[in-house]
């Protein structure tokens, strides 16, 4: 027997807008990401664009992906640009320390970053060089690629083979300063924050969107300790706008760091505890967006989560150091969920970055090193059928009476989640069933307006743990769902068990 959930939607009542940008994303020079990945060389067999390789392109592109974070990650803060620009045969040699202690050739660069970005139709979001780089460093970074005229920077660009600068807004001031990035004190970081926001300059009509590197999980007082710099308690009014945002950093994990969990060999406890801990996103929101209310009410400064999603131990068998791990319809419902608290929180979440795009952690495109085969994750398509919500109104979602729940470790994890929104005149509702093994029916009272044209689509599988391979790529795919339908005003929605819907149709 299901149970039957019972919300209102007022759908006059537009709320902030979603940015696009909650469905952004991550490359870092990590593992297969970049290298294998997204990046496999003018020489390789597989069809590329100066390397890059261009079925992960297309399957990227049907995702309207709106921003690429590079070059990491912990990678980022010891990543040196100009070892990565000029004559591929001259450029040094590297060791990424981080991850895998591998060598890197440099051969993925800025320009072929950008090269990327171009192919993918998306703005480049990128993280610089904090740790163990200097203000002079990321300082001509950005005029090396934004700067119009003359200068040396812009000279040595134009000797590189770009004549026009490239549009780049936002700028992430370094990354994880608290561990792998530096391992400072907030107050210390906030400190180094204001010199390199200040020495990250906007050029002609390339305006920099600055992102200060914020905290781990729930730790508010990174927050504060960075909104000290920029604002008083209380002030209606920022003062000092040296960065427009702080970024928060929260993976999803079912154990231990030492211990995360496999990716498909788990059991019903750690399943639930595994949304539970995806459903905190929540919690954490909420909790630095409040630090953040004190000191810019006007909500000015936004918050920037660059890094989310699950992570487990590695494939048996793979590199430990390269964070390659399989994906399944539990994390697809991670994802689902997450972006409905992001839908809620709009009006101060102003972007998201999956960890990662390619071959590492929470995955949308998996590529097989042995036959070159691309499967696409369940996670892809959260994203792909989700990419409506993109700039679209925010519309609350009510929900009236009981709802189904579960009790993971004492504490109550709602089952069925809803987000809704508008845009061009369309209505599109996300729906998720968490419940591992019961069916749930949603009824949506539609208010202020009417739908037509109804059609919803289903991911689901027969397990929770079932998962897309080169021998099986759609074992998880979605499909068009027949239990859905609109009557006397109201959404009908039947939510099988583990279960991803959306619901869209035009507004009248």
């Known amino acids: 027997m299901s149970s039957i959930v019972n919300a209102v939607v007022n759908l006059d009542l537009e709320g902030p807008v979603i940015s696009r940008h909650v469905y952004g994303h991550f490359a870092e020079h990590l593992g297969r990401c970049i290298y294998g990945g997204f990046y496999v060389g003018e020489d390789s067999d597989i069809p590329n664009e100066g390397g890059i390789r261009l079925d992960v392109v297309e399957a990227l592109r049907a995702l309207d992906i709106p921003n690429l974070r590079w070059p990491g990650g912990c990678f980022a803060d010891e990543y040196h640009w100009r070892d990565g620009i000029g004559p591929k045969a001259d450029r040094p040699v590297m060791v990424n320390t981080h991850w895998g202690g591998v060598e890197e050739n440099n051969h993925f660069g800025t320009h072929e970053f950008m090269a990327l970005c171009e192919l993918l139709g998306t703005e480049p979001y990128i993280s610089g060089n904090v740790g163990s780089g200097t203000v002079q460093e990321m300082s001509e970074w950005v005029e090396y690629l934004t700067r119009d005229g003359d200068s040396p920077a812009v000279r040595e660009r134009k000797a590189n083979g770009r004549e026009e600068p490239w549009k780049v807004k936002y700028w992430g001031l370094g990354n994880e300063t608290w561990g792998c990035g530096g391992n400072m004190s907030a107050e210390q970081y906030a400190l180094e924050a204001r010199r390199y926001a200040t020495y990250c300059r906007d050029y002609g009509d390339n305006k920099l969107y600055r992102i200060a590197a914020g905290a781990s999980d729930f730790s508010y007082a990174w927050t504060e300790t960075l909104m000290k710099q920029l604002s008083h308690l209380g002030c209606q009014r920022v003062e000092r706008p ?17 211990h995360k969990g496999s990716a498909t060999d788990f059991t019903p406890e750690e399943y639930y505890t595994t949304l539970h801990k995806a459903a905190r996103t929540d919690e954490l929101l909420t909790g630095h967006a409040n630090v953040m209310d004190l000191y810019d009410p006007k909500k000015e400064i936004g918050i920037v989560l660059d890094e989310w999603g699950t992570w487990w131990d590695v494939e048996p068998g793979t590199n430990p150091g390269f964070l390659y791990q399989q994906n399944t319809m539990r994390d697809a419902l991670v994802a689902s969920v997450s972006f409905d608290i992001f839908h809620r929180h709009a009006d101060r979440l102003v972007m998201a970055n999956i960890a ?69 005149g369309r209505l599109l509702v996300s729906l998720s069933n968490l419940d591992a093994d019961e069916a749930a029916d949603m009824v949506v009272d539609l208010r202020g307006g009417s739908v037509t044209g109804l059609a919803a689509e289903i991911l689901t ?47 009248a």
């Open 356 to 424: 990662q795009t390619v071959n590492v952690l929470q995955a949308m495109i998996l590529t097989d090193p042995e036959s070159g085969a691309l499967v696409l994750t369940p996670t892809y398509h959260v994203f792909r059928m989700n990419k409506g919500h993109q700039d679209a109104a925010s519309l609350q979602v009510h929900v009236v009476g009981d709802q189904p729940v579960k009790d993971v470790d004492g504490a109550e994890l709602s089952t069925v989640s809803v987000s809704a929104s508008r845009k061009d």
């Open 242 to 258: 040296l960065y427009q945002a702080v970024s928060v950093h929260y993976y999803t994990i079912a154990g231990t760091w030492d």
């Open 461 to 507: 599988a027969a397990a929770v743990n079932a998962h897309n391979s080169p021998e099986a790529p759609e074992a998880v795919a979605p499909r068009a769902h027949d239990g859905a339908r609109i009557e006397d005003g109201k959404l009908f929605v039947h939510l099988p068990a583990h279960s991803f819907v959306t619901a869209a149709g035009d507004l």
